[in-house]
Structure formats: structure tokens, C-alpha cells
């Protein structure tokens, strides 16, 4: 066959008077109120576990307080609303908007926060998460650990390696495990709650944790004997505890893509009423390196920690905060006429994430608002999850 090249040139056409911006946007009076009144910071949304239960299905590097997403999404979509949340996490902002009666969409490239979020976003059927437990049950019955698996286990690792955070014999169930979910991977929200709550006891240093005393949001060099801890048994619990939290009446189900924000959104995320996310600060602790343990277990190699952390936005706004064009555009496109984006930062003496972010997102949106809000109150979980923020900002686009 005769192979021949096509030029194809496009010349740029500003359009004009297609879609006109009003400063007005949905809840405007609402925003207002949270600029002078910090509701976050009253009583009751300021106690330290405000909030639906299942918020702490499993600890998170970087989770959103609960009570300023559900501020956010409060104010900005309307009761019958749709949302997306394009960084994530383990999906405060949507399962808030959730039990909220919100449709909400999430998207995140870590697979542990998808697995997590899908699990929030769902209403459960007991039945089949206690049939996938029974499965990895008897996985673990009838299955031995391979030589490879005891060998990277003593070699790997971050704080200390994996083999010294375990007792031997939870050890080797726990590597079974992690076989199960990679050969039998959670297809089902059901069968992703039971996979949350086993990276939830993954670590910690309460008595439900399956490590040696160490700290449940980052795997700190483990301290303490090593005990035997039945993998099964402290699953079990954590699962029932989770399905005993009732959920509201209008709970609303949303959807969680696992994927990189800088490739094609699905289809079906459109016509949003607003966009609601934080995404990683420029100079705060690499989610994937906190969460080391969890993102292993989920299925990550040594070799993936060398490569696919290239495709993470803090590794890539490093070097250019360019990466956010396609999510402003992207963004434009998906939400309805009159949509709003609302994106939730942080300020450091490094970097004005805000400034930067506004400048790049001219192209597409005008600013409604930027606010900033100290952080010098906030509690800092005994670890420096800060790293150098100064501020919160809000940067609210139409
Ligand atoms: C600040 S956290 C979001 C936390 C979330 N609001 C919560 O409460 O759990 C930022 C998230 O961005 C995700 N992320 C980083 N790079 C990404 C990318 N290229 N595509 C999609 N998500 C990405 C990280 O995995 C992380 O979960």
C-alpha cells in the first residue's frame, strides 16, 4: 500500500459572543457568608471528627477536612446538582456531595484513593462483601507465599522495609492478600469496601491495626513487638463497623474513575453545575511517598515507585504549572453554561499556587474570587502535613 502524510494547519480563531460570563454564580450569597463567618471553624463543623463516619474508612495523606467540603458543595451546587472533583483523594468532596443527594463524579490516578472513594460514593449489599472475604479466606488457606514475594518484602521499603513492620505469620497473610486483590481485583463497590478497610489496618497504632505500632496515616518506622495479628478477624470488624453507619435517605450514588487527569475525561462527566477540588500543593509531602505502604499493597512494585510517579501533578508542577491547561479546558467544556470551578490551595513563601493558577486559567475562565485563609489555627495531626503552607486559598472561576 502506498503510505502518504497529511499537513494538517489550524489557524487560532478567537470566538466571540458565544458564551457570555456574568460575574453572578450559583450560591454567591452562600460563598459569602463562608468569607465572613469561617463556618468551618464554629461549632459543630469544627470539632476534629465532624462529619459522616464513613469519612475515616481509611487515613489519607492530604484528605480535605469534611467540613469544609461540605461548606463548598453546599454553596456552590444546587440540591439536584452535579459535581466533579478531578484530584480526588479518598473522595471527601464527592461523598459529601453524595450524602448530600449530589450526583457526583471523582477521578484519581492512585489506585488505593480509587478504590476508597468508590466505596464512600456506594450504598453496600453486606452480602457481597462477606462473600468476597470468605474468598480471601480461603484464599489464604490454601495458598503459600512464593521465595520472590518473602525476598522483596525484606528488601523494600521506605521508613524501614515491609518484613519489619509485621509479625511473621501476618506477614505472610498479608502478602496473600495482596496476591488475591491483584489476581481477583475489586470489581464491585462491595467487594472495593472490603479492599478500603484492609488498607485502613494496613498500619497504625491502635489496636486494629495489623503492623507493628506506627502511624495510620504515614508508615513511620514501625516500633513494639511483633504479635500475631488474625488478618481476617480485624478485617472482619473494620468492615462491619463500616456497613453499621447508616446512610441518609438521599443519598445520591456517584462515580470514581480511576485515571490521569491529563488524558480524556469520560464521556458521561458533563453538563456539571460546578467543578470542587484541591489539588496537591506545590511544596507539600508527595502523597505517593506518604502513602508508600498502601500504594504496595494496592499493587505497586519497587520498580513502579522509580517510574510511574512521573504521571503525579506534584512531581509535575515542579517543573511547569502548564500541566493545568488541558484541566481548564477540559473543565470549560464539561460544565454547564454558568458552571463554576472552585479549586482549593495552597499558598507558601515558595509559590503563590492562586496567582499561577488564575494567570493560566484566563484562556477559559474569569475570576469571580480569590480568598485567603490562614492556617496558623489549624491542628497539625502530630506530623508535618503541612510542609511550608501559610494559607488556604479558594479561587472560585466562572
Ligand atoms: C490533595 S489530594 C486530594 C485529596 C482529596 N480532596 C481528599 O479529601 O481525599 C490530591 C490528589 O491528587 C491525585 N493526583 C495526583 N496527580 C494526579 C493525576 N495526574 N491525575 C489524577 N489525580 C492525581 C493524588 O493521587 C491525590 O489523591
Given at each position: 500500500?502506498?503510505?502518504?502524510?497529511?499537513?494538517?494547519?489550524?489557524?487560532?480563531?478567537?470566538?466571540?459572543?458565544?458564551?457570555?460570563?456574568?460575574?453572578?454564580?450559583?450560591?454567591?450569597?452562600?460563598?459569602?457568608?463562608?468569607?465572613?463567618?469561617?463556618?468551618?471553624?464554629?461549632?459543630?463543623?469544627?470539632?476534629?471528627?465532624?462529619?459522616?463516619?464513613?469519612?475515616?474508612?481509611?487515613?489519607?495523606?492530604?484528605?480535605?477536612?469534611?467540613?469544609?467540603?461540605?461548606?463548598?458543595?453546599?454553596?456552590?451546587?444546587?440540591?439536584?446538582?452535579?459535581?466533579?472533583?478531578?484530584?480526588?483523594?479518598?473522595?471527601?468532596?464527592?461523598?459529601?456531595?453524595?450524602?448530600?443527594?449530589?450526583?457526583?463524579?471523582?477521578?484519581?490516578?492512585?489506585?488505593?484513593?480509587?478504590?476508597?472513594?468508590?466505596?464512600?460514593?456506594?450504598?453496600?449489599?453486606?452480602?457481597?462483601?462477606?462473600?468476597?472475604?470468605?474468598?480471601?479466606?480461603?484464599?489464604?488457606?490454601?495458598?503459600?507465599?512464593?521465595?520472590?514475594?518473602?525476598?522483596?518484602?525484606?528488601?523494600?521499603?521506605?521508613?524501614?522495609?515491609?518484613?519489619?513492620?509485621?509479625?511473621?505469620?501476618?506477614?505472610?497473610?498479608?502478602?496473600?492478600?495482596?496476591?488475591?486483590?491483584?489476581?481477583?481485583?475489586?470489581?464491585?463497590?462491595?467487594?472495593?469496601?472490603?479492599?478500603?478497610?484492609?488498607?485502613?489496618?494496613?498500619?497504625?497504632?491502635?489496636?486494629?491495626?495489623?503492623?507493628?505500632?506506627?502511624?495510620?496515616?504515614?508508615?513511620?518506622?514501625?516500633?513494639?513487638?511483633?504479635?500475631?495479628?488474625?488478618?481476617?478477624?480485624?478485617?472482619?470488624?473494620?468492615?462491619?463497623?463500616?456497613?453499621?453507619?447508616?446512610?441518609?435517605?438521599?443519598?445520591?450514588?456517584?462515580?470514581?474513575?480511576?485515571?490521569?487527569?491529563?488524558?480524556?475525561?469520560?464521556?458521561?462527566?458533563?453538563?456539571?453545575?460546578?467543578?470542587?477540588?484541591?489539588?496537591?500543593?506545590?511544596?507539600?509531602?508527595?502523597?505517593?511517598?506518604?502513602?508508600?505502604?498502601?500504594?504496595?499493597?494496592?499493587?505497586?512494585?519497587?520498580?513502579?515507585?522509580?517510574?510511574?510517579?512521573?504521571?503525579?501533578?506534584?512531581?509535575?508542577?515542579?517543573?511547569?504549572?502548564?500541566?493545568?491547561?488541558?484541566?481548564?479546558?477540559?473543565?470549560?467544556?464539561?460544565?454547564?453554561?454558568?458552571?463554576?470551578?472552585?479549586?482549593?490551595?495552597?499558598?507558601?513563601?515558595?509559590?503563590?499556587?492562586?496567582?499561577?493558577?488564575?494567570?493560566?486559567?484566563?484562556?477559559?475562565?474569569?475570576?469571580?474570587?480569590?480568598?485567603?485563609?490562614?492556617?496558623?489555627?489549624?491542628?497539625?495531626?502530630?506530623?508535618?502535613?503541612k510542609g511550608t503552607v501559610t494559607s488556604h486559598q479558594y479561587l472560585i472561576l466562572i
Amino acid at each position: 500500500m502506498i503510505l502518504c502524510q497529511n499537513l494538517l494547519v489550524f489557524k487560532f480563531q478567537k470566538i466571540t459572543g458565544v458564551k457570555k460570563y456574568t460575574q453572578d454564580f450559583y450560591g454567591k450569597e452562600k460563598w459569602r457568608n463562608f468569607k465572613e463567618n469561617l463556618p468551618h471553624q464554629q461549632l459543630p463543623f469544627s470539632k476534629r471528627n465532624w462529619g459522616h463516619s464513613n469519612h475515616s474508612l481509611c487515613s489519607y495523606q492530604g484528605k480535605l477536612k469534611p467540613s469544609i467540603a461540605n461548606q463548598l458543595v453546599t454553596s456552590f451546587v444546587p440540591e439536584d446538582g452535579k459535581i466533579l472533583d478531578p484530584f480526588s483523594g479518598v473522595g471527601t468532596i464527592p461523598f459529601e456531595a453524595a450524602l448530600n443527594g449530589i450526583e457526583s463524579f471523582g477521578i484519581d490516578i492512585s489506585v488505593p484513593a480509587f478504590y476508597i472513594s468508590s466505596a464512600k460514593v456506594s450504598s453496600h449489599n453486606p452480602k457481597d462483601c462477606y462473600r468476597y472475604i470468605n474468598l480471601l479466606s480461603d484464599y489464604i488457606k490454601s495458598n503459600k507465599c512464593t521465595r520472590k514475594e518473602l525476598i522483596e518484602v525484606k528488601r523494600f521499603g521506605f521508613n524501614k522495609t515491609i518484613s519489619e513492620y509485621y509479625e511473621k505469620q501476618t506477614l505472610k497473610e498479608l502478602l496473600l492478600a495482596r496476591r488475591f486483590i491483584s489476581e481477583q481485583y475489586p470489581k464491585t463497590p462491595s467487594e472495593m469496601l472490603v479492599v478500603s478497610a484492609l488498607l485502613h489496618i494496613l498500619h497504625g497504632n491502635r489496636p486494629y491495626a495489623l503492623s507493628r505500632r506506627s502511624h495510620p496515616i504515614v508508615p513511620y518506622a514501625p516500633q513494639g513487638e511483633f504479635i500475631y495479628k488474625k488478618l481476617i478477624e480485624k478485617l472482619a470488624n473494620k468492615v462491619e463497623r463500616t456497613l453499621n453507619n447508616e446512610l441518609p435517605l438521599n443519598f445520591k450514588s456517584g462515580r470514581i474513575f480511576n485515571q490521569d487527569i491529563n488524558t480524556i475525561w469520560p464521556q458521561e462527566i458533563n453538563n456539571l453545575d460546578a467543578i470542587i477540588t484541591s489539588p496537591p500543593f506545590f511544596d507539600s509531602t508527595r502523597f505517593y511517598q506518604a502513602n508508600w505502604l498502601r500504594i504496595w499493597f494496592a499493587g505497586w512494585s519497587e520498580k513502579d515507585f522509580k517510574h510511574q510517579i512521573n504521571s503525579f501533578i506534584e512531581e509535575k508542577q515542579k517543573k511547569s504549572f502548564d500541566v493545568y491547561e488541558g484541566i481548564f479546558r477540559q473543565s470549560r467544556e464539561r460544565l454547564k453554561n454558568g458552571g463554576v470551578m472552585v479549586l482549593h490551595l495552597g499558598k507558601s513563601n515558595k509559590c503563590d499556587m492562586a496567582e499561577e493558577l488564575k494567570k493560566l486559567s484566563k484562556r477559559w475562565f474569569k475570576t469571580a474570587d480569590l480568598f485567603d485563609e490562614s492556617v496558623a489555627h489549624c491542628e497539625s495531626h502530630g506530623i508535618r502535613d503541612k510542609g511550608t503552607v501559610t494559607s488556604h486559598q479558594y479561587l472560585i472561576l466562572i
